[in-house]
């Protein structure tokens, strides 16, 4: 499906550190579907929130959920709101602590969401947000009636959108370059454990082979 995003905004160009800004939609959506929560924030009564959250993506948009009388979300309704997503890829260790840094990619969305109350649209997003944290929608019981009015989904578009990635080595002064000090970076990796059945009457069920599959092969 073509990209709605029209380019970086006022709200989503990235001005310092520009040169690492990405405003392609594709790495958006890449760094989107990489990160397991993210984290939304929002203007309130009370004053700003921010909290992480579950999220999922059909095509250009972005859905978060949570209880139908969830203050965040509804603040989030009148007000617009602003998810981040981050991957932390590495830490880089430089000739000084100056310049010390991570490798990372991150994402922020910004916009006004809207309350999904179609009932295929909301299943389609409570899926893909169960999905995206795992394949663990198709093997247990559906939500029923209940549950579903019972739960929030907000949608925001892709409209407002940017990115910003790091890699690479350390940015040392040139003066330092060849000094007696290391510089380098250490990798991050992460791996999901092996599924652990529960102690309240599920045992000799066998794991869902997705799930199986998913913790063998994901890096989380």
């Given amino acids: 499906m073509a990209s709605h995003n029209p380019g970086p905004t006022e709200r989503t160009t990235?001005?310092?550190g520009a040169s690492r800004a990405e405003y392609d939609p594709e790495v958006v959506r890449s760094i989107i579907d990489a990160t397991p929560i993210c984290h939304v924030a929002v203007n309130?009564?009370?004053?700003?929130i921010a909290l992480p959250m579950a999220h999922g993506r059909i095509d250009d948009v972005l859905y978060v959920h949570g209880a139908l009388a969830n203050a965040m979300l509804r603040?989030?309704?009148?007000?617009g709101m602003c998810a981040t997503f981050t991957e932390l890829d590495g830490l880089v260790?430089?000739?000084?602590p100056f310049h010390n840094s991570m490798?990372?990619?991150c994402a922020v969305v910004v916009g006004m969401p809207r309350e999904v109350r179609d009932r295929d649209e909301k299943l389609a997003a409570l899926r893909a947000?169960?999905?995206?944290?795992?394949?663990?929608?198709?093997h247990g019981r559906p939500p029923n009636d209940a549950e579903i009015r019972r739960t929030l989904v907000l949608a925001v578009g892709l409209d407002e959108a940017s990115a910003k990635v790091r890699a690479g080595d350390p940015v040392d002064e040139p003066e330092d370059v060849g000094g007696p000090w290391w510089?380098?970076?250490i990798p991050l990796?992460?791996?999901?454990?092996?599924?652990?059945?529960?102690?309240?009457?599920?045992?000799?069920?066998?794991?869902?082979?997705?799930l199986v599959d998913f913790t063998r092969g994901s890096s989380g």
Wanted: proline share 7%; charged share 20%; hydrophobic share 35%.
């Fill in 189 to 210: 990796q992460q791996q999901w454990g092996r599924p652990v059945t529960a102690m309240d009457g599920t045992e000799g069920v066998e794991v869902p082979a997705a």
């Fill in 183 to 185: 510089a380098g970076t």
């Fill in 93 to 96: 260790v430089a000739r000084s």
């Fill in 75 to 79: 603040a989030a309704l009148g007000g």
């Fill in 14 to 16: 990235v001005r310092r």
């Fill in 44 to 48: 309130t009564d009370r004053g700003p």
């Fill in 129 to 138: 947000v169960c999905e995206h944290v795992a394949p663990a929608w198709g």
């Fill in 103 to 105: 490798n990372y990619r």
